[in-house]
Structures are given as structure tokens and as C-alpha cells.
């Protein structure tokens, strides 16, 4: 099956910092999903990005998937965006996706 | 949009109860919902897939007798942890997809077992 592999798995930042989250993943996807999750155990949807780009507010990804990765951008670091952010990756669209181990951001004030 | 409610969102009980777990798409009509487990600090395992009307599909090492899974609706799907253990303290988490969408997750359910 696909394998995924996120780095790094540990991040702390100061507020205000911008960081820079990858995903590489072993084959080719027709589906890679970016979630955040909060320490509430809460898995917030933050894009389905399989190729392209894309952006939202302070948040960006991009996706390479000719070369099997994904990069989720923070800009402005708050210390709201503390959390697990997983990608998660699928060969097809409707197939079930498969998680990365994450990586763990600590944004200190 | 693509609202999904899980519930309980926390449960304790003693050893040898089993506990129904609650996945509902609110707003749209799920035609796969799933199945996960995550230990403490690490990543989400996918348990099973149900398909609306269907016998659901479990992964590998994953026992069916064990974790029931119900698909009756093209909403709900239930989760039932039969004769619970120690062991199966957990976060369970679902989510629910429509005909060509991303998933969607719910809040999870915290499951503890004396």
C-alpha cells in the first residue's frame, strides 16, 4: 500500500513564525487531504489538495504530485495553530486515505 | 456544510460492557463512512469501511466480532464494542464521505474501561 511520511515530526515556534509542513508519499494519489488536529482530539479539514495549489487565509499548500509531495505553509504562527497536522493520501478518490504520523507543532507565545 | 456529529463524546464503564458509538452526516448523504482508532499521540488507524447497505470492510488485524459496524442510512453508521476491555480504551474517531468528496470527521468519542 501507500506509504506516508511527514517531516518534521516535531516543531516549535515562536507566535508570529512561518513554518513550512511536508508529505511525501510512495505513489501516485488521486486524493491527499491536509488536517489539523487540536488538542481537543478535533480533526479540522484544512484542504483536499491531491495537485495544485491553494489558500486559505494564512494557511497554503501545494502539491507536487508528480514527485509524490505536499507542502502545507503557515504564515504568522499563532499560538492557536498548536496541534497535529496530519496529510492523509488515497490512490483513488473515493478510496479509503491513509495517514502520515503527523507532525506536531507548539507554537509558544 | 458536511457536518458530521459523532456521540457519545466520552464514555466510561467497566470491563465486560458494550458500548455503541454514534456517527451521523447531518447535512449530507454519506455513501462511505469509516472507521478509526488513535492510541495517545500517535497517528489515526483506519478500522473499517462501511458502505450504506453493505457488510463493512475491516483491515487487517482488526476483529469484526469484536468492533460491529452498522451502515443501516445513507446518515448513520454505529460502532459497537462488544464486551469492552482495558485494552480497548481508545479516542474512535469516524468520518463520512459523499459521492465524490473528501471525508469529513467527526469529534471523536474518548472511551475508557476500568
Known amino acids: 500500500g501507500i506509504q506516508v511520511e511527514q517531516s518534521p515530526p516535531d516543531l516549535i515556534l515562536q507566535e508570529g513564525a512561518n513554518s513550512t509542513l511536508r508529505c511525501n508519499f510512495s505513489?501516485?494519489?488521486?486524493?491527499l487531504q491536509w488536517f489539523h488536529q487540536n488538542p481537543w482530539g478535533q480533526l479540522i479539514n484544512l484542504f483536499y489538495?491531491?495537485?495544485g495549489t491553494k489558500q486559505n487565509g494564512r494557511l497554503s499548500a501545494t502539491t507536487v504530485a508528480t514527485e509524490r509531495y505536499s507542502l502545507l505553509y503557515i504564515s504568522s504562527s499563532q499560538t492557536t495553530d498548536s496541534g497535529v497536522y496530519f496529510c492523509?493520501?488515497?490512490?483513488?478518490?473515493?478510496?479509503?486515505?491513509?495517514f502520515g504520523k503527523g507532525t506536531r507543532l507548539h507554537i509558544l507565545p | 456544510g458536511a457536518v458530521v456529529s459523532q456521540h457519545p463524546s466520552r464514555v466510561i464503564c467497566k470491563s465486560g460492557t458494550s458500548v455503541k458509538i454514534e456517527c451521523r452526516s447531518l447535512?449530507?448523504?454519506?455513501?462511505?463512512m469509516f472507521w478509526y482508532r488513535q492510541f495517545p499521540k500517535k497517528s489515526l488507524m483506519l478500522m473499517a469501511t462501511?458502505?450504506?447497505?453493505?457488510?463493512?470492510?475491516?483491515e487487517q488485524g482488526v476483529e469484526k466480532d469484536k468492533f460491529l459496524i452498522n451502515h443501516a442510512s445513507l446518515t448513520l453508521s454505529t460502532l459497537t464494542v462488544t464486551s469492552a476491555h482495558p485494552e480497548d480504551s481508545s479516542f474512535y474517531i469516524c468520518?463520512?464521505?459523499?459521492?465524490?468528496?473528501?471525508?469529513?470527521f467527526g469529534d471523536g468519542t474518548r472511551l475508557s474501561i476500568l
Open positions: 489538495i491531491p495537485s
Open positions: 447535512d449530507f448523504q454519506a455513501t462511505t
Open positions: 505513489d501516485s494519489v488521486n486524493n
Open positions: 462501511s458502505n450504506e447497505g453493505s457488510k463493512a470492510t475491516y
Open positions: 492523509a493520501v488515497g490512490a483513488n478518490r473515493d478510496d479509503k486515505i491513509i
Open positions: 468520518s463520512a464521505r459523499g459521492q465524490n468528496q473528501p471525508q469529513h
